[in-house]
Nanobody, 124 residues
Framework: QLQLVESGGGLVQPGGSLRLSCEAS????????IGWFRQAKGKEREGVSC????????AYAGSVKGRFAISRDNAKNIVYLQMNSLKPEDTAVYYC?????????????????WGQGTQVTVSS
C-alpha cells in the first residue's frame, strides 16, 4: 500500500518561509495526483494545493494563492510545498494525500491515501 511521509514543518515568524516535503514509498509517485491539506485546531480539514501526475496542472486555495507553490520531483518520489509570506492564520497540521484517478483538485474526498501530517506554527 502507498505510504506518504511529510516533513519540513516547524515554528516560523510571520512573513517567513518553510518548505514541506512529501515522500512516497512502495509505489511510483507519478501514478498519483498529490494534494496538500491542512487542519487548524478546532477547524475542518481544508484543501491547500494539488498537482497532477506529471506536474503540468496545479491548483491553489484562494487563501494561499501567490504565497504557496507546489512542485514535484517524480524521479525522487517527492512533492514539495513551498510556503512564503506565512501568516498566523496558516498555522495548522499539514497533510499530503494521494489519489489514483481524476483531475487534480483540492477536494478532500478525492484522496484515499494520507500521510501522518506535519505541524506548521506561524507566530512571533
Amino acid at each position: 500500500q502507498l505510504q506518504l511521509v511529510e516533513s519540513g514543518g516547524g515554528l516560523v515568524q510571520p512573513g517567513g518561509s518553510l518548505r514541506l516535503s512529501c515522500e512516497a514509498s512502495r509505489f511510483i509517485l507519478e501514478n498519483y495526483v498529490i494534494g496538500w491539506f491542512r487542519q487548524a485546531k478546532g477547524k475542518e480539514r481544508e484543501g491547500v494545493s494539488c498537482i497532477s501526475r506529471m506536474g503540468t496542472g496545479t491548483a491553489y486555495a484562494g487563501s494561499v494563492k501567490g504565497r504557496f507553490a507546489i512542485s514535484r520531483d517524480n524521479a525522487k518520489n517527492i512533492v514539495y510545498l513551498q510556503m512564503n509570506s506565512l501568516k498566523p492564520e496558516d498555522t495548522a497540521v499539514y497533510y499530503c494525500a494521494a489519489a489514483t484517478t481524476g483531475r487534480a483538485s483540492i477536494d478532500v474526498g478525492q484522496y484515499a491515501y494520507w500521510g501522518q501530517g506535519t505541524q506548521v506554527t506561524v507566530s512571533s
